[in-house]
Nanobody, 125 residues
Framework: QAQLVESGGRLVQAGDSLKLSCVGS????????MGWFRQAPGQEREHIARIGRNGIFKYYSDSVKGRFTISRDNAKNTVYLRMNSLKFEDTAVYYC??????????????????WGRGTQVTVSS
């Protein structure tokens, strides 16, 4: 069993930057594709970024491309999400998740085996 704990979410103003962290424990962190999702009130969970096991492959949704950066430090069992130029519409609960499958197939939420509890990001306009 793997445990994931997100941190770093808080209230910020539009245009600000924020860095989220997700620390994994339990199952071998390096064996998993790591993804970030977010869910705003009344909306479905959105896959916004993922990173392959070795940190080379990275995917971003159109909604965050050019503003967000995903990275990982396998020595620290941690994946990060750097968010720049935050917008009001980025307000959501942000979740990290781990998938044991390959990075190319880890698109939908049901491909992920382990989830954190989420961290709230609120962007004031």
């Amino acid at each position: 069993q793997a445990q994931l704990v997100e941190s770093g979410g808080r209230l910020v103003q539009a245009g600000d930057s924020l860095k989220l962290s997700c620390v994994g424990s339990g199952r071998a962190f390096t064996a998993h594709t790591m993804g970030w999702f977010r869910q705003a009130p009344g909306q479905e969970r959105e896959h916004i970024a993922r990173i392959g096991r070795n940190g080379i492959f990275k995917y971003y949704s159109d909604s965050v491309k050019g503003r967000f950066t995903i990275s990982r430090d396998n020595a620290k069992n941690t994946v990060y999400l750097r968010m720049n130029s935050l917008k009001f519409e980025d307000t959501a609960v942000y979740y990290c998740a781990a998938a044991s499958g390959g990075v190319e197939s880890a698109v939908a939420a049901n491909k992920y085996d382990y989830w954190g509890r989420g961290t709230q990001v609120t962007v004031s306009s």
